[in-house]
């Protein structure tokens, strides 16, 4: 159980173009949802926190006109680069938390955007 | 603001040796610690989730401990073999939201 899926695992975009990446909870139902960056040999940093039908909150630093965050359902949520720069160029992963448990979450299987 | 801490970046051991990873928090107000496996361009794997009320946690070679108090918790490896060979990340929920913090990872090298 709770498996949450990650599409694409990677991509490649031309410059100036937008990519969206999608995050399914496969086995549960989640009102949160997170969204990481990953740079080479460096942690995990949180861009921001969707929940379900309301606005994403996103953290300090993170443009939110340029990483779009769409929590429509209870098990999808969406990010979508738009205008991808080759400094986009990284591995986003999400996490998704079930309904009801407040202190754990689960991981895709991220996604290699390559900005070219 | 909380911040991870993972000392050495890397390690490097011969199999079937035992062997301790650090973590350290400086914010002790924390819901869960939790381990993860990363492999090279891959995503991460849950390896064991310890709740604040707890002191360890145990799975086949695998066992964390965690200090709340002095903001440390340990993940030890029995017997380490080649195949354990990755990053493995500390985090922890913190804060408003429950939001997880990582640390930047001991990338560890088990040697044939």
């Known amino acids: 159980g709770a498996v949450v899926s990650q599409h694409p695992s990677w991509v490649i975009c031309k410059s100036g173009t937008s990519v969206k990446i999608e995050c399914r909870s496969l086995d549960f139902q989640a009102t949160t949802m997170f969204w990481y960056r990953q740079f080479p040999k460096q942690s995990l940093m949180l861009m921001a926190t969707?929940?379900?039908?309301?606005?994403?909150?996103?953290e300090q630093g993170v443009e939110k006109d340029k990483f779009l965050i769409n929590h429509a359902s209870l098990t999808l949520s969406t990010l979508t680069v738009t205008s991808a720069h080759p400094e986009d160029s990284s591995f986003y992963i999400c996490?998704?938390?079930?309904?009801?448990?407040?202190?754990?979450?689960?991981f895709g299987q991220g996604t290699r955007l390559t900005v070219v | 603001k909380q911040e991870v801490t993972q000392i050495p970046a890397a390690l490097s051991v011969p199999e079937g040796e035992n062997l301790v990873l650090n973590c350290s928090f400086t914010d002790s107000a924390i819901y869960n610690l939790q381990w993860f496996r990363q492999d090279p361009g891959k995503g991460l794997t849950s390896l064991l989730l310890i709740q604040s009320s707890q002191r360890e946690q145990t799975s086949g070679r695998l066992n964390a401990s965690l200090d709340k108090s002095s903001g440390r918790s340990t993940l030890y490896i029995a017997a380490s073999q080649p195949g354990d060979s990755a990053t493995y990340l500390c985090a922890v929920y913190s804060g408003a939201n429950s939001k997880l913090t990582f640390g930047k990872g001991i990338t560890l090298s088990v040697r044939p």
């Open positions: 996490s998704a938390r079930p309904l009801g448990m407040d202190t754990e979450a689960f």
């Open positions: 969707s929940n379900e039908g309301s606005k994403a909150t996103y």
